[in-house]
């Protein structure tokens, strides 16, 4: 990580570049959406804030008003003067810029604490619209950052008017009448005290507080406390905190210590990693530490102050460059350099980061073939004979003050991207020639996230997701998958949407859909076959079979052995059925248009022999029912001629018998909707 932070701000001794690598991105909307700046202007002349909204955001905006995030850790006091966050100024920010003591800054801010904000303690017990009772809770250790409250009650705002609606005192007692907890009645009481204010904001400025306004900026008579240089000072030296000299002894090292990265001895710091936010390490548990004693973390690592800068200028560009979104996973994605030929450079760096992100989201859920060969395409002209890298995949969620690293997977090759490109590319032809010309149809790599069962809620932690997780680490690691895992898995997800449970990443799929979901699961299948994470099982002799040329053609590419083939027919035989059962209720005006009886013959939490046995005699007495036997004879015969052979030793789990079944289902279903389809095309 120190490597990118080379990069990105090299040895520079001055604070310019280090600053610039330390800029958040503000998201700026495309399109008619908009959001603006708004800064809050303290007046020191008269008792009035005015709260301008003018200014729209763009690209520069975080730039301008040295927008740096928040400040690092859950109970960290928020200093910095323009953040994402309104209530930070409600009530912490100008007290903890006091006691900074940033030359100019802190002084402005001290008469600004004096004029607009009140000691909420001392106010709400001096309050004489709470009774004895109501002021009773109040008595409990307040925090440090809920303290200072702005003072709404006195305080204007834009030419004499109100920022709430009620009195402190009032949103005091509405929060107690709602039966808020009181075992820590200051933190309710700001998160009370926020939404009004966040309401009052909207009135003034007709702006959504949280939709519409990206950034919010402490402003003084008209002028941006981020525009003082020392303020910009105080933030740089913040980020690099380093206690010189913390770790030396006259000889240069104390204990041996020395900076991790580059071995040095000088200015060494272990506080210093605190401020970096993506923490993938513990620095609170005696566990962790050298002999069992929390100051002794610094004997576990410690960095010296260039290499600490870097680790923090690339821990902001990790963040603000090197992130996306799989699903419901949160994802970075890290270069490792193995070899350069020529001096890298920030330009490069971020043209790479953006090339990197777009291949991945391509990867994922491409637009068409063709733009996702070309994103391949523009990607894979940064790996060549000048630069060598490996990409590191971490899958993580924001844990507190840290980040818990759900997966990481190493060292991916970036050749996998064009390797995932022709799978998909073959396993489209495939369905094409096999099933047929639907443009819906397409395979990527969102396509597994659809096939395995994933309760949102705890999403990270579930065993669901870790089997899922999987399946991504063996495409990008080259591993092999076990069919039977992810037959049992996909199985399960077919039993989520059929029996309507809730909390699942199946939502976009309703129990009429089941037939387009398993024709994908199967070929999904088929892609981690080309991609080499399946192994291609060998299948049947189809040339003597009594089956028309595309079934022939179909088992054979599926590479089907013979019990598979059976139950594979059985499915086809149930779609049979349940085409004609469709047709016959579709115009119904009731709960039962379109439905097919038949499906309710399938326990979708898998199939033993038993209730094979007894799903094949239902399937043929419905045949008959339906009289559609005379139409599927052939294939009939050809399933309970197999069937027959293999019954007495089956060897096929619940899961896999089912799967075979509804695929054989899907096939004919897909088969049907897109005849249909194409007839419509025809007759237009």
Known sequence: MVDIGDILIGDAPGDEVFLSALIEDIEVPTGEKEKFVAKIDFSTKAKNITIDCAEELDDNAAEKYVYVGSAEGANSPQWFASSKTFSYFLTETIPNLVERSIPEVSDICKKILDDYFINIKEYLLNSAQLTEEEKKHLEQRIEKKYTYFLDVDHVMVNNGKRLTQNSISQIYKNMLGKGKSISKIYKELREAFTKECKDGLKNLTGLKPDDEIGLYVICVDGKPLTSYPQYVDAVVAYKRQIKKGSEKTKKG???????????????????????????????????????????????????????????????????????????????????????????????????????????????????????????????????????????????????????????????????????????????????????????????????????????????????????????????????????????????????????????????????????????????????????????????????????????????????????????FLLGILIGEIGAKQYLATKDRQDDSAGHKPILNKINYNGIDRPKLIRLCSDVHNKLRQEKLLPYTEMIFAEMKRLLDKHIDSWKLDKYETLFYILSGYAYKTQKVILNASNSQDTSN
């Not at 020529?342 to 990197?356: F, P």
């Not at 523009?378 to 990409?391: I, P, V």
């Not at 399946?471 to 309507?500: C, P, Q, T």
Request: overall charge neutral; charged content about 25%; some cysteine.
């Open 253 to 567: 090292t104390k204990d041996g210590n020395i900076c991790y990265v580059c071995l040095g001895t000088e200015n060494l710091s272990f506080e210093g990693l605190k401020k970096t936010k993506f923490k993938y390490f513990t620095t609170n548990q005696n566990i962790f530490a050298s002999y069992l004693d929390q100051s002794n973390y610094a004997k576990n690592i410690t960095l010296c102050e260039k290499c600490l800068s870097k680790l923090v200028a690339e821990d902001n560009f990790l963040r603000n460059k090197l992130k996306t979104q799989l699903g419901s996973f949160d994802v970075y994605v890290l270069p490792t350099f193995v070899y350069t030929s020529t001096k890298l450079t920030k330009d490069y760096l971020e043209n790479l980061s953006l090339n990197i992100t777009n291949s991945l989201n391509t990867a994922w859920n491409y637009r068409s073939l063709e733009k996702f060969k070309e994103d391949i395409s523009n990607f894979l002209s940064f790996f060549n004979q000048n630069h060598y890298f490996l990409l590191n995949l971490i899958f993580y969620k924001e844990a507190n003050a840290g980040t818990k690293i759900i997966r990481f997977i190493p060292d991916v090759n970036p050749s996998i991207f064009d390797k995932i490109y022709r799978a998909t590319f073959d396993v489209c032809s495939l369905y094409a020639d096999l099933i047929g010309n639907d443009p819906s149809f397409k395979i990527s790599l969102e396509s597994i996230y659809y096939s395995v069962p994933i309760r949102l809620k705890n999403r990270n932690e579930s065993t669901e997701a870790q089997r899922l997780l999987n399946i991504y680490d063996a495409i990008f690691s080259g591993k092999r998958l076990a069919r039977d895992f992810l037959i049992e898995n996909f199985i399960k997800a077919v039993g989520v949407v059929v029996y309507g449970k809730e909390g699942y990443n199946l939502s976009k799929f309703i129990e009429n859909n089941i037939a387009s979901m398993v024709i994908r699961m199967v070929f999904v299948m088929k892609f981690l076959e080309f991609l080499d994470c399946l192994e291609v099982e060998r299948g049947m002799d189809v040339s003597q079979m009594n089956l028309s040329d595309d079934l022939k053609s179909y088992i054979q590419q599926m590479n089907y052995d013979e019990p598979k083939t059976a139950l």
